[in-house]
Structures are given as structure tokens and as C-alpha cells.
């Protein structure tokens, strides 16, 4: 579903993950069916101040007997996200969505993805996890952050992962948790090792987005890419966040993504 007005969301639940990131729960009383990979456009505040919307993506979407629950992973960096930070319960915001294309979840048996997260990028990823370890597909989860104090939601993960048999792999920058280093570095280190995947659903900072996709397109493997572009509208109106694609056209993320083959975007972005 791809909403062009705002749904009656309500806040359920505003709780701290980390000491940067929060988990801010949205109840809607009407059905919301949404993919991994997709966004939604948050109103930080009643009124036009601030007057842009800030896009967030779905870290998970479950009915309950009041309607259904929208789940999103924040960062506070700006007043904007310290307003929603403050939000109390019960109180309204409006939100649109859900907006945009999300990962390719499909797989054949025997086959396994590769699901990769740096920081907040772990929302989609999370997503992807419990929806895969519901419908019995397999993956590996490589996820990275930091330093151990901005890891988080780690019980949830490595549960989905256990479902399929999947292996869950930490990685911290400063090695205070996990294997030391980037993500994208524990990753190839399986591959080396012989490790096969179908395709790599990914999510984080530009760097570590370029990092997978030199590595995927260096090994011949499948990647969907899902890019963090500053958006304003979410709908393809105010090209803000336009991407560059392969053949050089310049699309909106929020209409053509945020999700893309690695293949379909330009040069730099796997170079």
C-alpha cells in the first residue's frame, strides 16, 4: 500500500535503545501493510515548526487488537528528532506511508542472503530478519556499529537468525564488541571462506554502502542497496533526493527506492 494521506497514528511507545537511538512505536487504527526497505514521513511537531517532515524506515508493522503498530529505529541528531524523542503517549502524529520500494526478500530452498546493517541502517535489516525467519528463509546477519554501546535490539536479531540457522556476526570499529572492524569486512571474510549467498539486502552509511557494492560486484553476487538520501516530501514531488543510475538519468529515491540493485546505480557506488 502506498498511502497519499496522512494515517491517525497515535504514540504507543517512545524507549530509549541506546544513548543516540530510540524506538518510537506508532499506532494506526487501520490496516498498514508494508515491506522491508520502505519509509514513512514523520511530522516532528503539530503546526509548520519544523515545517519539513523527516523520512524514517519501518523496522517492523504487527496488528494488534487495536489496529497496527509501526515500528521505527531513530537517531536523535536535531531538533527534529528530539521532538519525537519527547513525544508522550497517546499523543497524535501524522504519518505518511508507507512510501517506497523495498528489498527483494524471495528466495529458492537451499538458497541464503546476506542481510548487512551499519548503525541506524539496522531498522529495514531487522525487518527483513523477522519477516525471513517467519516464512523459514534462510540468511546470515552481519551487523555493525561503533562501539558496543550503539549496538542494540541484539536479542531480537540473533533469535531470527536462530530460526533459520542463520549466523549473527557483530562487528564494532573499535572492536569492543564482536569481530573488530567494518561489517562489510566480515562479510568478505566468509565469502573468502567459501560461504555462498543468492543476493545482500543492505542498509547503513554511504561508505558502507560503496564498500558492499565494490565487494559484491567483485564477486559476481546479487546487492540491493538502500540509500539514506535526505528526502522533503516522499513522493517523488520536490526532488530532493535524487540518485544517479547507471545510464545517467537522475531519479527520486523516495519513488524509485530507496531500495536499488547495486547494478542500476552509477559507477561510484561500486567502484
Not at 13 to 20: Q, R, Y
Not at 52 to 79: C, P, Q, Y
Not at 112 to 129: E, N, T
Request: glycine residues 12%; contains cysteine.
Amino acid at each position: 500500500m502506498i498511502a497519499r494521506r496522512d494515517l491517525a497514528a497515535r504514540v504507543a511507545i517512545v524507549e530509549d535503545l541506546t544513548p543516540t537511538c530510540f524506538r518510537l512505536e506508532l499506532l494506526c487504527c487501520e490496516p498498514v501493510a508494508a515491506s522491508p526497505g520502505q519509509f514513512a514521513m514523520l511530522r516532528c511537531a503539530p503546526g509548520l515548526d519544523p515545517l519539513l517532515r523527516r523520512a524514517f524506515s519501518l523496522a517492523g508493522v504487527r496488528s494488534t487488537g487495536d489496529g497496527t503498530i509501526v515500528e521505527m529505529h531513530l537517531k536523535e541528531v536535531g531538533r527534529g528528532t528530539a521532538l519525537l524523542r519527547r513525544l508522550a503517549p497517546g499523543a497524535p502524529v501524522a504519518m505518511l506511508g508507507p512510501l517506497g520500494n523495498g528489498f527483494t526478500l524471495g528466495i529458492a530452498p537451499g538458497q541464503r542472503l546476506a542481510l548487512v546493517a551499519g548503525g541506524i541502517g539496522l531498522p529495514p535489516v531487522l525487518f527483513a530478519a523477522e519477516m525471513l525467519a517467519a516464512h523459514g528463509s534462510a540468511f546470515d546477519l552481519f551487523v555493525g556499529a561503533s562501539t558496543a554501546g550503539e549496538l542494540y535490539e541484539v536479542d531480537r536479531l540473533a533469535a531470527a537468525a536462530a530460526v533459520v540457522g542463520g549466523e549473527l556476526v557483530l562487528c564494532t570499529d573499535d572492536g569492543s564488541r564482536g569481530e573488530p572492524g567494518f561489517v562489510t569486512a566480515a562479510l568478505q571474510r566468509r565469502l573468502d571462506a567459501g560461504r555462498a549467498y543468492v543476493r545482500a539486502l543492505a542498509c547503513g552509511p554511504d561508505p558502507m554502502l560503496q564498500a558492499l557494492g565494490r565487494l559484491a560486484t567483485a564477486r559476481g553476487l546479487e546487492a540491493e542497496l538502500s540509500l539514506e538520501e535526505p528526502m522533503a516530501c516522499g513522493v517523488g514531488v520536490c526532488l530532493g533526493c535524487v540518485v544517479e543510475l547507471e545510464d545517467g538519468r537522475l531519479v527520486p529515491s523516495c519513488k524509485e527506492g530507496p531500495v536499488f540493485p547495486v547494478s542500476r546505480l552509477a559507477a561510484r557506488w561500486r567502484a
